[in-house]
């Protein structure tokens, strides 16, 4: 059983989902993706889009050793956390999905520095 309360919250969830424009977002993630690749420097970067990663765009990361990288990026300032299944698989992955705006430079930064 649900009081009102809860219903109020599911259909407003319901609401929103059905409002949202995936395609706009991603393509808002995508072009935040390209930013920080451009800031990595050159250093080997992929652009993966939503329409292969069948969620959101990423930037898969080139590195030889991914785990050690890994690692570094979560004892930096900030503390950078990314994914540890495709990093375990030698691939790091930055997946945008939780990353407000305000996050990219300082994250690009990180990323800079470890890399």
């Known amino acids: 059983k649900g009081g009102k ?10 609401a929103r989902y059905v409002k949202a424009d995936d395609a706009a977002d991603n393509a808002r993630l995508e072009t935040r993706l390209k ?8 250093h080997k970067v992929t652009l993966v889009p939503a329409s292969v990663t069948g969620r959101v765009p990423v930037l898969e990361i080139a590195v030889p050793e991914a785990l050690p990288v890994s690692a570094r990026l979560q004892r930096g300032d900030p503390p950078v956390h990314l994914p540890e299944g495709p990093a375990a698989r030698g691939v790091p992955i930055l997946d945008p999905q939780v990353l407000l705006p305000e996050h990219d ?3 690009a930064a990180a990323l800079r520095a470890v890399l």
Do not use: Y
């Open 5 to 14: 309360e809860e219903l109020v919250v599911l259909f407003t969830g319901l």
């Open 35 to 42: 930013a920080i690749a451009a800031e990595l420097n050159g």
């Open 105 to 107: 430079a300082p994250l």
